[in-house]
Antibody, heavy 120, light 110 residues
Framework: QVQLVQSGAEVKRPGASLKVSCTASGYTLSSHYIHWVRQAPGQGLEWMGLINPSGGRTTYAQKFQGRVTVTSDTSASSFYMELRSLRSEDTAVYYC?????????????WGQGTLVTVSS | QSALTQPAAVSGSPGQSITISCTGTSGDVGKYNLVSWYQQHPGKAPKLMIYEGSKRPAGVSNRFSGSKSGNTASLTISGLQTDDEADYYCCSYAGSDTSVFGGGTKLTVL
């Protein structure tokens, strides 16, 4: 069965960098884009970006341009989202999700989420 | 890439129908037939309920339906059940491989 398993919760200092991993199994990785979405405490969902596992092409939301990098390691069936220059407003649960309709944010399986707390 | 506009909250009684609106622009909701709807229970990951405006994934009840008119998409839930109480988010493709979410709507089943 399709599974996306994310790395564990992290606490970061302001100004630091974060790297969340998402390990996929149960399907052909090259056939589905991976999206990254975050949700601040008590807030809504926010689309961050995506990666095409076949070739590694990425697209990011304008808000995160220059601060986020999404990569893949197909040999490890894993995807990574790195966010730099962290600030308190980056405290959120970060999700990876498998896309099913080309590059649109239509996702049928999600990781369990990774809670990131940014605090001094 | 401004967030789509949803009502903050809607409510209904068991058995009733409710509709949640999602208003975007001619550059996202109005331009593409790629609006999806997600249901999120507290502490859980979102679940896809509707995609491409009106399609239901396997396993999603036919009590959930989607539609679109102009720049506004809508999610209708008929025959409300207590388990439908959750947050609902719309999401639209916005071009250039980007997508945008709505602010979310809290559904209360009274």
């Amino acid at each position: 069965q399709v599974q996306l398993v994310q790395s564990g919760a992290e606490v970061k200092r302001p100004g630091a960098s974060l790297k969340v991993s998402c390990t996929a199994s149960g399907y052909t990785l090259s056939s589905h884009y991976i999206h990254w979405v975050r949700q601040a405490p008590g807030q809504g969902l926010e689309w961050m970006g995506l990666i095409n596992p076949s070739g590694g092409r990425t697209t990011y939301a304008q808000k995160f341009q220059g601060r986020v990098t999404v990569t893949s390691d197909t040999s490890a069936s894993s995807f990574y989202m790195e966010l730099r220059s962290l600030r308190s407003e980056d405290t959120a649960v970060y999700y990876c999700a498998r896309g099913i309709v080309d590059t649109a944010m239509v996702t049928d399986h999600w990781g369990q989420g990774t809670l990131v707390t940014v605090s001094s | 890439q401004s967030a789509l506009t949803q009502p903050a909250a809607v409510s209904g009684s068991p058995g009733q129908s409710i509709t949640i609106s999602c208003t975007g622009t001619s550059g996202d909701v109005g331009k593409y037939n790629l609006v999806s709807w997600y249901q999120q229970h507290p502490g859980k990951a979102p679940k896809l309920m509707i995609y491409e405006g009106s399609k239901r994934p396997a396993g999603v009840s036919n009590r959930f339906s989607g539609s679109k008119s102009g720049n506004t998409a809508s999610l209708t839930i008929s025959g409300l059940q207590t388990d439908d109480e959750a947050d609902y988010y719309c999401c639209s493709y916005a071009g250039s491989d980007t997508s945008v979410f709505g602010g979310g709507t809290k559904l209360t089943v009274l």
